[in-house]
């Protein structure tokens, strides 16, 4: 069931939403050689709770912390730990969720530590696109499948693979509610966008396969060919008018 969301609501998802924002733009301040994935993930409780919020990963479905860390072949559920420690010319995709006032923003970005390689870098920039194009097209008299159709076209463009196993998804009182958003589809299929619907899009972009396995410790997820994948985020409302972004500061 399409949970949709009143103005009052989205003003309300639209703070939870900053508070991620926040989240991520400090930690990419703070991404660097010799950081560990722990660190992050305890300047990221640091934030959310300093906001008055609820670090909304963490207990969900036994997730052990704040955000998600997930570095090269990784593409997402990373946890993180005093043991990973970040070098140069890697690449951490971070994930974060806030539940502010009852009300959950999840968002993620994939983040260069110090200098990565060009190719590493059109991942990036490929994948960060790919939101945006399928940002675009959430509007009133689209379909969800307009959304996915454009983000996989564009991506499959550039020789990478779409991931298949995790979607795009609803989001508002709960981190994840109905429609199911694939980053893989066709056009004028899947649901009809009405306006109060309340969306995390997210491209999950690897340089290879779009294969995955998930690892033994039951939740990072790796591309099945070992190769980079990437991963931007954000939770969307659908207007009237022009998509609203709701996890941007
Ligand atoms: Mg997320
Ligand atoms: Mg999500």
Same mark, same amino acid.
């Given at each position: 069931?399409?949970?949709? =969301? $009143?103005? $009052?609501?989205?003003?309300?998802?639209?703070?939870?939403?900053?508070?991620?924002?926040?989240?991520?733009?400090?930690?990419?301040?703070?991404?660097?050689?010799?950081? $560990?994935?722990?660190?992050?993930?305890?300047?990221?409780?640091?934030?959310?709770?300093?906001?008055? *919020?609820?670090?909304?990963?963490?207990?969900?479905?036994?997730?052990?912390?704040?955000?998600?860390?997930?570095?090269?072949?990784?593409?997402?559920?990373?946890?993180?730990?005093?043991?990973?420690?970040?070098?140069? %010319?890697?690449?951490?995709?971070?994930?974060?969720?806030?539940?502010?006032?009852?009300?959950?923003?999840?968002? *993620?970005?994939?983040?260069?530590? %110090?200098?990565?390689?060009?190719?590493?870098?059109?991942?990036?920039?490929?994948?960060?696109?790919?939101?945006?194009?399928?940002?675009e097209q959430a509007?009133?008299?689209?379909?969800?499948?307009?959304?996915?159709?454009?983000?996989?076209?564009?991506?499959?463009?550039? %020789?990478?693979?779409?991931?298949?196993?995790?979607?795009?998804?609803?989001?508002?009182?709960?981190?994840?509610?109905?429609?199911?958003?694939?980053?893989?589809?066709?056009?004028?299929?899947?649901?009809?966008? =009405? =306006?109060?619907?309340?969306?995390?899009?997210?491209?999950?972009?690897?340089?290879?396969?779009?294969r995955t396995r998930?690892?033994?410790?039951?939740?990072?997820?790796?591309?099945?060919?070992?190769?980079?994948? *990437?991963?931007?985020?954000?939770?969307?409302?659908?207007?009237?008018?022009?998509?609203?972004?709701?996890?941007?500061?």
């Amino acid at each position: 069931m399409i949970i949709l =969301k $009143s103005d $009052s609501e989205i003003k309300l998802m639209r703070d939870a939403g900053r508070i991620v924002a926040v989240v991520l733009t400090e930690l990419a301040q703070k991404v660097a050689p010799g950081v $560990s994935t722990a660190q992050l993930d305890a300047w990221a409780e640091e934030i959310i709770k300093k906001h008055n *919020a609820i670090p909304t990963f963490k207990g969900y479905n036994g997730f052990p912390a704040t955000i998600t860390t997930s570095i090269n072949e990784e593409l997402v559920h990373g946890i993180p730990s005093p043991k990973r420690v970040l070098k140069e %010319g890697d690449i951490i995709s971070i994930d974060c969720g806030a539940t502010y006032k009852g009300w959950v923003g999840d968002a *993620a970005l994939t983040i260069p530590v %110090g200098q990565i390689s060009p190719e590493a870098q059109k991942l990036l920039e490929v994948t960060e696109r790919a939101l945006y194009i399928g940002i675009e097209q959430a509007r009133v008299g689209n379909r969800s499948g307009d959304i996915s159709a454009a983000i996989q076209a564009y991506v499959e463009k550039h %020789g990478y693979g779409v991931v298949r196993n995790y979607t795009g998804h609803g989001v508002g009182r709960n981190m994840h509610e109905d429609p199911q958003v694939p980053n893989y589809g066709r056009k004028n299929r899947g649901v009809p966008l =009405k =306006k109060g619907m309340t969306i995390a899009l997210e491209p999950m972009v690897n340089m290879g396969s779009p294969r995955t396995r998930v690892l033994d410790d039951k939740w990072t997820v790796v591309t099945d060919d070992g190769k980079l994948s *990437a991963h931007f985020e954000h939770t969307i409302a659908i207007t009237n008018g022009d998509p609203l972004i709701l996890t941007q500061l």
